[in-house]
């Protein structure tokens, strides 16, 4: 992913070069356009139409696009109504609704202005310029307010759209095509989502894909059983086409070749364990009941996941830095986009669905080496309280101090620990620190941040929200070293970690670090790695996207 220094601006930019150059796009032909004019036999155009006394505010979006055309009508020929509702049915391939801006009624409702008065006329040209500013907006920075659904939103949106004047230029050059282009998030992780929700629709459109019976047997290699063959099938729909059962009847030579439909074969397991990993699954190759819930969650539900993550994708992908730090938390993936080109990737624990890790975005300032750990009010008093009062060593086999609020120790002894007032907990430093050796910190509100952990065994799960918030880090120490080395701190890490001490470490340069939330995400392929929604943040997401447009 590189950076995107002003996407809008640089679409903007293209948009102008091209009105000034005097490129437009030919009007569509009878023959190819999918909506047909029914103006161009007359030869007439409607006198421009002053729309300025239908605004019922010059400011705005929609005013300061009639402000730049000298309040003068701007749909007065079919060929440009024409040419928005192309556009507007385009965003289907987005994710978004075409009926929620009227591309199913526009024409209809030109024709009909057209035959009315100039009031009239004016009226519609104000509907059809709210549709195209709405849908313009939509597919930059999205169609739902993400503090809507999720009043812990803290990721500032980008709704910058290009100036009003390109955009009029464009509706007279009849560029409407390639201004949609333009304010579309311009990352690849974009164009393969929008690529895979066409390929699950084109599956769709093949008819549901097959079921496995519920509550059926476990299958693995080896055995023969006939779920095996609806399996097969399963898979195939989504392109294991090496697990297809040939018809021997249509085909007399395909069983020499193909697999026998009912046993489980080793081309079969493989299938499986991609399937397997495509879900954030363990790739074992076994189906059993988890895998064989995913495999029968419907197309139409597995197209849903991948709107909504276009749909997050919106609120995110533009202005994106030159380098940064991407917390994919239901992937359980970091990546850091390196100031020299190059992407390091590692895997994540997230915190438990009771405890989520919040989507957020900041600047890396510093690294704490070496550190303690305070125990959280919250971690205090559901899990470490509890436990004390259950095994008074519990503190001692940790290396935990009780302190007072000031910093003054206190005798774990002398703790009324059913009722022990306003106390601290804090873990020295060293090797079983719950923060691990190094700190990676951000300043925000919920106290979270990327650390080691002695607990790495976590790491080799598919599925690991196991954290109280924090985000740990497998291979930090590398990734603490790429921080200070790009940032120019002029720092070793291990160095700074061999003394002991603890200490923050500033960066020379803050590091931007995202905090986002996929439940779909494109992997290297392009294919659609489908993750659990462990906050259950879907459901919530899918009602507001789905819900229509009231206002044009």
């Given amino acids: 992913m590189r950076r995107s220094v002003a996407i809008v601006a640089i679409g903007a930019m293209a948009l102008g070069a091209m009105l000034t150059s005097g490129m ?23 006198a421009v139409t002053s729309v300025e006394a239908l605004l019922e505010q010059r400011d705005g979006a929609l005013g300061d696009f009639y402000a730049s055309r000298d309040f003068q009508a701007a ?23 075409p009926a929620d801006y009227g591309a199913d009624r526009l024409l209809a409702a030109y024709r009909k202005a057209q035959a009315g008065d100039d009031r009239a006329r004016g009226r519609f040209d104000t509907r059809a310029t709210r549709a ?10 999205g169609k739902v307010d993400p503090h809507s659904i999720d009043p812990g939103w803290e990721v500032p949106i980008n709704a910058q759209l290009p100036p009003a004047a390109t955009i009029a230029e464009a509706v007279e050059a009849e560029e409407i095509a390639a201004l949609f282009d333009a304010v579309r998030p311009a990352y690849a992780p974009y164009r393969k989502l929008k690529q895979g929700l066409a390929r699950y629709r084109h599956i769709q459109r093949l008819g549901e894909w097959p079921v496995l019976p519920e509550n059926g047997p476990v299958l693995r290699l080896g055995e023969a059983h006939p779920d095996v063959a609806i399996l097969r099938e399963r898979l195939a729909r989504i392109g294991e086409l090496e697990v297809v059962a040939a018809d021997a009847s249509i085909l007399p030579l395909a069983d020499l070749e193909a697999p026998a439909p009912e046993h489980f074969d080793a081309s079969l397991e493989a299938a499986v364990r991609r399937f397997q990993d495509r879900h954030l699954l363990e790739a074992d190759g076994v189906v059993g009941p988890r895998t064989r819930t995913a495999l029968n969650v419907p197309v139409g539900k597995r197209i849903d996941q991948v709107r909504l993550n276009l749909e997050r994708a919106r609120w995110l992908m533009h202005g994106l830095p030159e380098a940064f730090v991407l917390v994919d938390i239901a992937g359980y993936r970091v990546s850091y986009f390196r100031p020299n080109g190059e992407v390091w990737r590692s895997r994540i624990v997230v915190g438990k669905p009771y405890r989520r890790t919040p989507t957020l975005r900041s600047k890396i300032t510093h690294l704490t080496v070496n550190p303690t750990w305070t125990v959280p009010p919250t971690i205090l008093r559901e ?3 509890p436990r004390v009062r259950r095994d008074a060593s519990y503190l001692s086999q940790r290396n935990m101090q009780v302190l007072t609020p000031s910093g003054q120790r206190l005798d774990p002894s002398r703790v009324d620990w059913s009722n022990p007032g306003n106390v601290m907990i804090r873990q020295a430093a060293g090797p079983g620190n719950a923060l691990g050796q190094v700190v990676v910190r951000f300043p925000n509100d919920h106290l979270v941040y990327l650390h080691d952990t002695p607990a790495k065994g976590l790491f080799a799960r598919q599925q690991r929200a196991f954290s109280s918030g924090c985000i740990r880090v497998q291979g930090v120490m590398e990734f603490a070293q790429l921080l200070f080395d790009d940032t120019g701190s002029e720092r070793n890490l291990r160095a700074l970690l061999a003394d002991g001490r603890t200490r923050n470490v500033p960066l020379a340069e803050p590091m931007p670090v995202i905090l986002h939330y996929w439940t779909v995400h494109p992997d290297a392929a392009g294919r659609m790695v489908f993750r659990p929604d462990i906050y259950k943040r879907d459901e919530a997401l899918l009602r507001a996207l789905d819900r229509p447009l009231t206002s044009l």
């Fill in 75 to 97: 749909w007065t020929r079919a060929s440009h109504v024409e040419a928005l509702v192309e556009s507007l049915q385009g965003v289907a391939e987005d994710g978004l609704d």
């Fill in 132 to 141: 195209l500013l709405t849908a313009l907006g939509h597919l930059h920075h």
């Fill in 24 to 46: 437009v796009v030919a009007e569509p032909s009878t023959e190819h356009s999918a909506v047909q004019s029914t103006e161009h036999s007359t030869g007439q155009e409607p």
């Fill in 383 to 385: 899990d470490v309280l």
